[in-house]
């Protein structure tokens, strides 16, 4: 029983990790409601940054812990499962059609923020240096690209129809807003050490590498609150927030979490991972390319089921890699 308590814990982390980044956005938005702050700046901000705390709590955890393998391999997977699996579900449940600017802007926005991670963590092939490494100062940098990009979604947000659907609709009282906000905390911290735990035991046992479990079940775990996301907003024909969602989250991912994990600590940079990288960019050169087929600005059906048919064949290459 002792040698399976990880794998408890890591699959009840990863239950109290979404359960915590809910209590965060309903406690972090009702205290923002207090203080008039509008529904659609709490949907840029704190409901954008709720969907992916997930994958920050536990980067932060693991970097820190220097198990860089699943931190690097968190936002990647997540990244490749958010256009692939997320996408492909919601096209199933109802064809997505975007706006101009997601298409222009903001897939092409999310195709450089990996084209600039793959630059900054390759410095053995661009410096002649005997490692790679994401430093400090490439967090800084992709922090400073964040900001960025926090700047131009206030400037689009109140053209997308749909945003305020997703901020919790309740307001509570200050005590019970702090509570919530405190609880949440606590279990995205709690639910990110146990899936972290889990996943360095789980590698260790089966001779797996860590990039590996971070690339498939920390990165689909963390995943979780993109996929019920963007899946409620296509039932709800909400498809620019839908669309929105994933490719927000991507870029939030490697220019928020990688940007305060590398912070925190310099992520080592493994050479296997650069295959990971073009299977993000793939995936984000086959999102902008369904953009023109079939229908005009619209991810249809057998997109969907193409996508899902692309990830299925990285996950079995992933097995195979091992």
């Known amino acids: 029983m002792a040698n399976a308590l990880p794998y408890v814990l890591m699959v009840v982390g990863f239950v109290v990790l979404i359960k915590g980044a809910d209590f965060l956005v309903e406690g972090a938005s009702s205290i923002a409601r207090r203080f008039n702050v509008s529904d659609l700046v709490i949907?840029?901000?704190?409901?954008?940054?709720?969907?992916?705390?997930?994958?920050?709590?536990?980067?932060?955890?693991?970097?820190?812990?220097?198990?860089?393998?699943?931190?690097?391999?968190?936002?990647?997977?997540?990244?490749i499962s958010n256009i692939l699996l997320i996408l492909g579900v919601s096209a199933l449940i109802c064809p997505l059609t975007v706006g101009p600017g997601t298409v222009w802007k903001e897939i092409p926005l999310s195709l450089l923020a990996v084209v600039v991670?793959?630059?900054?963590?390759?410095?053995?092939?661009?410096?002649h240096r005997g490692f790679s490494e994401i430093s400090r100062t490439d967090g800084l940098v992709f922090l400073s690209f964040f900001a960025v990009f926090m700047y131009y979604s206030i400037g689009i947000?109140?053209?997308?129809?749909?945003?305020?659907?997703?901020?919790?609709?309740?307001?509570?009282?200050?005590?019970?807003?702090?509570?919530?906000?405190?609880?949440?905390?606590?279990?995205?911290?709690?639910?990110?050490?146990?899936?972290?735990?889990?996943?360095?035991?789980?590698?260790?046992?089966?001779g797996?590498?860590?990039?590996?479990?971070?690339?498939?079940?920390?990165?689909?775990?963390?995943?979780?609150?993109?996929?019920?996301?963007?899946?409620?907003?296509?039932?709800?024909?909400?498809?620019?927030?839908?669309?929105?969602?994933?490719?927000?989250?991507?870029?939030?991912?490697?220019?928020?979490?990688?940007?305060?994990?590398?912070?925190?600590?310099?992520?080592?940079?493994?050479?296997?991972?650069?295959?990971?990288?073009?299977?993000?960019?793939?995936?984000?050169?086959?999102?902008?390319?369904?953009?023109?087929?079939?229908?005009k600005r619209a991810l249809d059906r057998w997109e969907g089921v193409l996508l899902l048919f692309f990830y299925g064949g990285y996950i079995i290459y992933l097995v195979i890699r091992g």
């Open 43 to 79: 949907g840029l901000t704190v409901v954008a940054f709720g969907t992916s705390t997930p994958e920050l709590f536990v980067n932060i955890i693991a970097s820190a812990q220097g198990n860089t393998g699943i931190a690097i391999g968190n936002v990647l997977g997540s990244n």
């Open 117 to 127: 991670l793959a630059i900054v963590a390759n410095d053995h092939l661009l410096d």
């Open 157 to 206: 947000a109140k053209k997308i129809e749909g945003m305020d659907d997703h901020v919790p609709a309740q307001e509570h009282g200050m005590l019970k807003s702090t509570f919530l906000l405190l609880g949440g905390l606590i279990g995205l911290a709690l639910g990110g050490q146990w899936i972290v735990d889990g996943a360095v035991t789980m590698a260790s046992k089966f």
């Open 208 to 295: 797996m590498s860590q990039s590996l479990v971070g690339l498939t079940i920390v990165a689909v775990g963390t995943s979780l609150p993109e996929l019920a996301t963007s899946a409620m907003a296509a039932y709800k024909k909400n498809v620019e927030i839908a669309v929105g969602n994933v490719v927000g989250s991507n870029i939030f991912n490697i220019f928020f979490v990688l940007g305060i994990s590398a912070t925190i600590k310099p992520l080592p940079f493994q050479v296997i991972n650069n295959m990971d990288i073009g299977v993000v960019v793939f995936a984000s050169v086959v999102l902008f390319a369904s953009m023109f087929t079939g229908r």
